[in-house]
Each structure stands twice: as C-alpha cells, then as structure tokens.
C-alpha cells in the first residue's frame, strides 16, 4: 500500500508496573518480537490509576492493570494484546514503501482529536498536516512517520497510489465500520481507520480484511488521480508543491517552533517532587547537538545504565537491542573526535553501577557501539506489490558493486551495473554519528542506472502585460540572471503578463523561485508558483477532474477551514489559493485536460476575477468551455443565490458541497463587455498636461451602478482598507454597509442630469434619479429583486440567458433600503443588448462590487463571447433561500 496505518508513536511514562516475563506473547524483557502478532510492541503490564479504555477495542479497562507499549504509549487488554495490528513507531517507517513528507501548517487549537504520535488528546496547540488527517502535538511533529497521501509522481517514479491509504483515529461521532456496520469511532481513545482517498472507514480489527484496491468513491469522478500528476518536486518543500502561502509558516518557522516547543514540553519532566529520580539530557547524535535538540528522560537515580540507555532509545522511539548502544558525555571534544572517554564502557564493570555520580555531567550523547558487521534494507523501487524489502548483511569490505551483485538474484533481477567501490560499512558509520533516529530510517532504494529527465514547471507573474516572448526573456536575464541553458519559456500569456518556465537543473529552480519573491519590475512585486505537470493521456475516461478556487480573504476564516478540507478530500494539486498568483496557474495546469469543471469559492468579485481570466485563457484550453460551480463566501453573494447556492456558506460539511456540485445542473449565463474610455484626464494629473485615461475593459456577470449604488460600495471599501482586520463577518459588512448609508440620506445628486444614456441606438429619457443600475441576474443587493415581479407589457421577462440587460433606477438611499427590504422595487427604465452611457462628470461606478471614480467619458456595455456555463442546484432545499 501507499502507506503504513499511521502508527502510533510516543514518548514512554504512564503507571509504573512488573513486566509480565511469563506471557506467551512478550519475551525477554517483556518486549514484543517484531514478528509477533503484535507488531514491534514493547507491551508491559502496568497499574492504572485513572480510567482508561482500550486502544484496539475502544472499551473500558475494569480492575486496576492494563498492558502499555513502552515505546508508543498504545494501551491494551490482556485479552486483545493478540489481536493488536496497528504497528508501533519504531518499526513504522520500515513498513511504508515510499516515504512522503507531511506537510504542517501553522499551529492551532483542535479540540476533540488525538496525536497520532503519543496517542493523547491535543488539549494544547498542535500541527495538522495540510494534505491528510495527521495531528500532532508540537513536540512530537520531529517523530511523525512519513506516510503521507501522494499524490503525484516525483520525476521517474511510477508508484502505485490506488490502494487504500489508511489513516488511524480521529474519526466523526457518526463514523461507521464498513465491514461490521456498527461504530467505530471513539471519544476517548485514538481508534478506528479510514482511508485518505475514498474515505472509507473501519475498526482496527476489521480494516485489514478489506479490498486493498482503492476506487477514490464517491467523488471518484472529480479527483485528479495522482498517477496521472507528475513533479520534480526536489528542493522544494511541500509548501511550495502544493502553493500553500508562506506567509502562515515556513520551514525555518517549523523548526524553531518544534525546537522551541520540545524543549518547553520537556520541562515538565524536570518539575518533578519524587527525589528518588533524576533527569538526564539526553542527544541524539551530532546533530542535535548542533541543534541543541535533545529529549529529557527521568529515571530513578540507582538505574544501571543498560535501564538509562533502554530509556535514551524510547524517548526516541527506538526499540532495538540496548546492548548496541551506550552513551557517552557531553562534551565539546564529543563533536570533534570520537575517542572520548566512555563512563559506559570503563574499565570498572559499569553495568552494575549508576550512571549518577557527581563528576558526571547530566547531558548525554547516545551513540551506537562500533560494529564490524551491519544487517542493511534494500527497498526495490520497481516492485509495486509484494516484498517491502529484503535485508542484507555487509562487512567492512562491501561495497555498493558487491551488494548490487548480491540482491538483485534476490529480487529476480539479473543486470549490469556500473562499478563503485563506495564502502557501505563507512557510509553508515557516518550517518549513525550524525543522529541514530536517521541511521533507523536511512534507506537504500536499488532501481535501475538511467539518466532521468529534470523538468521543473515555474510559473512567473506580475510582468508587464502585452509583451513578446523575447522581451519576457531579456526581462528574467536581467533581473534574474536565468541560464538559457538550463530555462526556457514554454508558455507565454502576454495579456496577464505572465510565464511559465521550464528548468532542467533543481538548483536553478530553486534559486529563480527564492528570488522572484524579492524581485520587482516597473514597481510590480512579481510572483512564482510551482506547478505541476498534469498527463492528460493517463486521466480515466469517466473522470472530470474538479479544478477548485478558494479566495481565503472572503468570508472571514471560512476560506481557510475550506482550502484544508478540499485538499484532504481531493488531490491538493487541484486546489488552489486565489492570493496566491490569482487564477491563471489552476487554468494553465489544466489547460490540457480533455474535460474539466470548476468551482469557485469566495463573494461575487471573486467568480468574476475567475471568470474574467477563463474568458481571456479559453482560447488555449482543451477544454474551452468548463462548467463552474459557485460557493459563496462574500456579504452579497448575488450569483450565488440566483444559481441556488444559497446566499452564503454558513459550515457545511465539504463533503457534502463536493457531492451537490457533481450533481449540479449545467445552466447558460450571460457576461457583459464594459469598455470604459474616458475623454478627461484624471483627477491629480501634475500641471493638467496628463492624457486622458487609457480605454479600460472589464467583464461584467451581475450588475453595473452608477451614482449612490456605487457610492456606498466605494465608501465601504474605503473603510475595509482602513481597518481590514474589522471585516471578518458578514454581519459586520453590512452593518458598515446601512451605517454608511444612513451617512447620505440627505444627499441629493440629480444624477439624470450628469449622465445621458442610450439603449440599441435609442436615446433614453432618464427620470429623476440617483442611481443608475444595469442588471443581469435577478438578484442585487443581497438577493433584492430590483426589477420586480409585475407584468409589464413594455418589457420581456428578465432571464439570466437572454442576452438582454434590464435598466432600474432608484430615488436615494431611502429608496435601496426599501427595495432591499421588499417593499419596493426599482424604477424600470429600459431592457436592451447594446448600451453607450455618456458621463458628463466624476462619477462613482461599480460593477460586481468592485468601485471606482469615473472620469467624463464613454461606457458602452455589449454582449461578451460565449455565454458561461454555470452549475446550478435545484434539488436541496435549503440552498434555494
């Protein structure tokens, strides 16, 4: 499979208690044999001193023993200890067959869910893994076993992603065993199973005996399959890989929060009464002692050292033999040499002794002994089934030829290999000394000698628009020094001012995407996405990827809870942050792809900045004409509601939203052309010599106001620029919305005077209004119905796809505010498909929410291209409000 079940892994503590060396299931000291059915427990028999329930069977322990792994903290009945499946941590890692890095976001409050690592609650602020389930606390993130989804192939690799990748516990109150139908999830305990993909879900005991092939269900139609994703993702971290913003966290961040919180975690184990133990340092390897990483152990102060070298591996999440490790000093010669004098192996019978006496400090390095022979792990990279890996004993004399020579016959395989004479035995010898957790999970992977393709897809923007492929290239040289070697332009979108390279050196990638981030051109900070490279050829037939657009900036913090939920229920290749680059990368990693639908998530300004960007890159898409779906998340949400989306996201489940938008019906939407050609320069021009304002162009889905409409949309977005931090509500906006409306009930403007307007070539008489509003959809205002529902033999009635505009006016403030509250309607004015409105002078404009101060001049409004292709839902009830 894709991945090991997240196994538990943890510091060891808890009750004291007798080790049971009789149980047939436990040998030597108590610990469980790796090819028990326990797999890789140290389980011990403990005293409890407070409830407890089962780990494996979710029930209460009765009577005042229990049996506790000492490695993973993973709490059992006697009577399940022979059924316990889920793998400890320290034997984890060996089980998953390509290891993939988590990818943590910032820190956070998660009540009701458990660390997968020490198996306890998260009752303080804790990591959350962006792409799958994976919590932990923030001392435990350094011990989190790399098994997360992946979910795209990473330069040569062709690895098989469609088996169940489970994950363990954390699972809603409501959850369900798919094989025994009762429930099997637990408040109490981290239990029960579910697949990352399908979301399938399962008892620890049941999980096992379900088909290992996973379908993706339910939303199988709409994930983009990881197999069908391809990216050189070296050097860059999975923050950059799947476009999460930096600005939440970075990896330097990480670090210095992990190492800050491990630290202060540890100190709890210091602030300890029982003066019979004592707390050792305890490093592992060189570099934590760079780091000044180290773990804190308590330990009775009569220990021998095999019981404090014992207790050094756990709190590692180290279960092998102690007898191969000791400890050595902490000194600063420890680093420099490794002739250092050993308390451990003095030439007194130190076993028997304390480790505690005064001349000995209390930080320590653990080290493994020096050995002559080593038992090494081979994963072979083109077995997709089957064996995880083999294991192979080398001496001081082997080297990668002989052990090449020796495990391909193992595996089948048969071939020629270059010589190398690398000594193996050396090469682990290092790696032991900079940290024994690394030696644990250092891996040798034999797959064949053939020279692989690099192919890194940056996509650069914030460059000048209009501009020739030469030009954008003279442009990177000289601001970025790119190596025509190496990069070349492959695409080109001159009207966004955008490229994407193609870089066949990991470095150069590396160094572009770092300096882009502090680059500017013509004053214009620039940006640069990672992207990946989607095999349209590979996609299944039935399937019609969902390419997914969340504005986290609408709709308070919702937009962020959702980028996390999409990219867990979908491929987080496929799920995109609108602040970061805008649309155009989703549009271009798709622009292959033979069938493909969207769905954007944020207010009506949003779906017009995508729509607006699918009407400019169609020319260039496979798939030129995509359905798009809305989530609304704005103060208005107007397309929203009249695509029965509702008038607002308010918590749904995703999962949900996912289903009604593969169940949508595909509706035909009108987009209006608005050109903008001012004949006057604008206000502020230095001496009254500047020229007149270049025509502007912009796209229009719901409505275009002139006069107090706009007024009030610019007064309040003037306001949110002011305070942004204010406007994370709804209710908010619009409380700031009817306090600037009360503002200018006063006013007066006679905007009929300043404005002639004419319809199809007609002139138009204009009554005496305030505002003039040009709408497209019935719904303005948050769902107002300004034309109104009376017959009206002059007018036809208004549809979304009739390719004709409906005119209103309204009176004042007074008005707005009696329209919205269904008292009223607007005054109608005309309906047409060509519109020329003259401005006689500075007028506030607004179109889709978005305002501005207009220039004297020209407006003239037409029929856009192809009408859009919208989803609509018609089916749930309370999405029709």
């Known amino acids: ?106 820190p956070g409050h998660y009540k009701r869910k458990f660390c997968t690592v020490c198996r306890k609650s998260l009752e303080s602020p804790a990591f959350r893994c962006e792409v799958c389930e994976l919590h932990v606390h923030t001392d435990c993130i350094l011990f989190a076993c790399s098994d997360c989804r992946q979910c795209h192939q990473d330069g040569h690799q062709d690895h098989d992603t469609y088996h169940h990748h489970w994950r363990e516990g954390n699972l809603s109150s409501s959850a369900r ?45 709409m994930i983009l399959p990881p197999t069908c994703v391809q990216l050189f993702s070296r050097n860059f971290s999975k923050l950059h890989c799947f476009r999460i913003s930096e600005n939440l966290q970075t990896e330097s961040d990480e670090d210095d929060d992990v190492d800050g919180s491990t630290q202060g975690s540890a100190k709890d184990v210091q602030i300890s009464t029982d003066s019979s133990k004592q707390t050792l340092k305890i490093f592992d390897g060189n570099d934590a002692v760079k780091r000044n990483q180290f773990r804190l152990i308590s330990v009775p102060r009569i220990a021998k050292n095999e019981e404090v070298v014992e207790a050094a591996l756990r709190t590692y999440y180290i279960n092998d033999d102690q007898q191969e490790y000791e400890l050595q000093t902490f000194t600063q010669q420890t680093l420099l040499s490794d002739d250092v004098i050993n308390r451990n192996s003095a030439a007194e019978d130190s076993n028997l002794g304390s480790v505690f006496r005064e001349s000995i400090p209390e930080a320590w390095i653990i080290r493994a002994k020096p050995k002559d022979e ?49 000594l193996i035995l050396n090469r682990l010898k290092d790696i032991r000394k900079t940290s024994i957790r690394q030696m644990n999970q250092t891996r040798f992977y034999i797959v064949e000698n053939s020279k692989s393709i690099v192919r890194v897809n940056l996509f650069v923007g914030g460059l000048p628009p209009q501009l020739s492929p030469e030009e954008y290239t003279n442009i990177l040289k000289e601001e970025l020094a790119i190596k025509s070697n190496v990069v070349s332009v492959s695409h080109v979108y001159q009207a966004q001012g955008a490229v994407v390279l193609e870089i066949s050196c990991f470095s150069e990638a590396e160094r572009i995407y770092m300096l882009v981030k502090d680059t500017t051109v013509n004053d214009k900070p620039l940006n640069a996405v990672v992207i990946p ?85 169609r020319h260039k898409l496979v798939c030129s004409e995509p359905s798009v779906a809305i989530l609304p998340l704005g103060t208005g949400n107007d397309l929203g509601r009249v695509l029965r989306w509702g008038a607002g996201y308010s918590g749904e489940d995703p999962y949900s939203i996912l289903v009604s938008v593969d169940e949508a019906d595909d509706v035909l939407m009108d987009r209006w052309t608005i050109l903008l050609d001012a004949e006057e ?100 205002g948050s ?90 839902v018609f089916c749930t009830k309370e999405k029709t409000e």
């Open 177 to 221: 065993c798919e094989v025994c139908k009762k429930t099997c999830s637990s408040s109490e305990v981290l239990s029960g199973m579910r697949c990352e993909w399908c979301g399938i879900l399962a008892h620890s005991a049941c999980y096992i005996i379900v088909t290992p092939e996973c379908t993706f269900g339910r939303l199988r139609n």
């Open 533 to 617: 490279e989607v095999m349209a050829s590979k996609i299944p037939q039935n399937c019609c990827p969902l390419l997914v657009f969340v504005n986290p900036k609408s709709g308070g913090l919702k937009g962020r809870d959702l980028l996390y939920s999409f990219r867990k229920l979908l491929n987080p290749h496929q799920v995109f942050e609108l602040t970061n680059g805008g649309p155009l990368p989703g549009f271009h990693t798709f622009s292959k792809i033979p069938s493909f639908r969207v769905l954007v998530c944020g207010g009506d300004g949003t779906v017009g900045w995508v729509l607006g960007a699918l009407e400019e890159i």
């Open 1 to 106: 499979p894709a991945a090991a079940a997240a196994a538990a892994a943890a510091g060891w503590g808890g009750s004291e208690g007798e080790r049971p060396a009789s149980s047939p299931l436990l040998g030597g000291r108590g610990r469980a044999a790796a090819g028990s059915s326990s797999p890789g427990h140290g389980f011990r028999r403990v005293t409890l001193t407070k409830p407890t329930f089962c780990h494996y069977c979710t029930d209460f322990i009765w009577g005042l023993a229990g049996y506790q792994c000492e490695v993973c903290n993973f709490m059992s009945h006697e009577k399940c200890l022979k059924n316990v499946k889920i793998p400890c941590s320290c034997i984890a890692p060996s089980l998953v067959r390509v290891p993939v890095a988590h990818c943590f976001g910032p």
């Open 783 to 872: 769902g107002a119905d300004l034309w109104g529902s009376e017959s009206d033999n002059r007018f036809e009635k208004p549809r979304i796809d009739d390719g004709l505009l409906e005119v209103v006016g309204v009176t004042g403030v007074v008005h707005m505010g009696q329209v919205q509250g269904g008292f009223r309607s607007g005054i109608r004015i005309a309906q047409g498909s060509y519109f020329r409105v003259t401005l006689l002078k500075p007028i506030p404009v607004q179109v889709d929410g978005e305002p501005w101060i207009q220039a004297p001049g020209q407006i003239i409004i037409s029929a856009a291209g192809p009408k859009v292709l919208a989803e609509a």
């Open 374 to 422: 080593e038992v090494i792990r081979i994963y072979p990279a083109w077995l997709k089934v089957g064996m995880a890996y083999v294991s192979l004993r080398v001496n001081k004399d082997s080297t990668t030829q002989t052990v090449i020579k020796e495990v391909l016959p193992l595996l089948g395989r048969q071939r020629m290999v270059l010589d190398n004479q690398e």
């Open 681 to 780: 320069p604008a206000e502020g021009a230095e001496n009254g010599i500047a020229e007149p304002e270049p025509p502007k162009i912009v796209q229009m889905n719901n409505y275009c106001g002139l006069g107090i409409d706009a007024e009030l949309s610019l007064d309040f977005h003037h306001a949110r620029e002011e305070e942004p931090g204010k406007f994370n509500s709804r209710f908010h906006n619009k409380g700031v919305y009817v306090k600037v409306g009360l503002q200018k009930i006063s006013h007066t403007r006679n905007l009929h005077k300043d404005i002639k307007l004419q319809v199809d070539q007609h002139e138009v008489e204009l009554p005496s209004i305030e505002g003039l509003i040009f709408i497209n959809i019935p719904s303005w």
